[in-house]
């Protein structure tokens, strides 16, 4: 896949440090990472902060770009590792013990039946509530296609424990949801 025309020039604009085309990729792109920085924040202020600071790696690092892959898909990749390093930053002493395996009541697939009427935005209000310590391992696989080795080395945890996290991370939004169809 190679770049854009319009995403080309806005490259060559930004590189020559021209104001103009920086404020025009980071308005074609910013709605798009928003969404990506907020399924790992708390809030919409924490997702705005994680945005700002991947737009910063974008900019200072788009020398290093080598157009194998659409702009888009770059920057989308910025975004996540800076939502990463916000994890890492902000929950080194988080509390894991959130979910008790014992008490979790997963809906059957009759319960979820109204899962259709659910719109984007209440799921990512839903995803936003989600313990940072399962939410961070969710959002790499379900969205990112992660693979739980790659999460256990940028995460710093093993191979189990993303499992593990992943596991009860698809429990925790499947009892959301079902509360939320209620």
Known sequence: M???RTDK????GCLKQDRNSQRKLYEKYA?????VCMRYAKTKEDAEDIMIDGFVKVFSGLEKFKQE?????WIHSIMVNASISYFRKNNKHYLV??????NVVI?????MDGLAHLTAKDLLKILQQMPEHLK???NLVAFEGYDYEKISQELGINVGTARSRMSKGKTWLQERIYKFEK
Do not use: A, R, Y
């Open 136 to 138: 961070c391992v969710f």
């Open 2 to 4: 190679s770049i854009s």
């Open 31 to 35: 709605s798009k990472m928003l969404v």
């Open 97 to 102: 013990g959130s979910l008790d395996d014992e």
């Open 9 to 12: 020039e806005l490259l060559e």
């Open 107 to 111: 809906p059957s697939s009759n319960d």
């Open 69 to 73: 892959s659409s702009l888009e898909t």
